[in-house]
């Protein structure tokens, strides 16, 4: 199967520090299971799963600057 078929988008998680991780998924629930399998259980507890932006790969320069 192709995966044009099934689009995926960046995805910026709020973070209750102030800054914003980043993941990758068909869905923002896809993209929080993706986080969940490369941070701990403590960074996650950071991460609020409800407060996200959704953008396409070539805007990724413009939010550089809040990755933390």
Avoid: C, W
């Avoid at 980043?22 to 299971?33: H, M, Q, S, V």
Wanted: proline content about 3%; overall charge positive; charged content about 25%.
């Amino acid at each position: 199967m192709s995966s044009f078929n099934n689009p995926h988008h960046f995805f910026l998680f709020a973070m209750k520090n102030g800054k914003k991780k980043l993941a990758y998924g068909a869905t923002a629930e896809d993209a929080y299971n993706n986080l969940q399998l490369r941070l701990t259980s403590k960074e996650m507890e950071l991460i609020l799963k409800d407060q996200y932006l959704r953008f396409p790969q070539r805007e990724l320069q413009k939010h550089v600057r809040d990755l933390g």
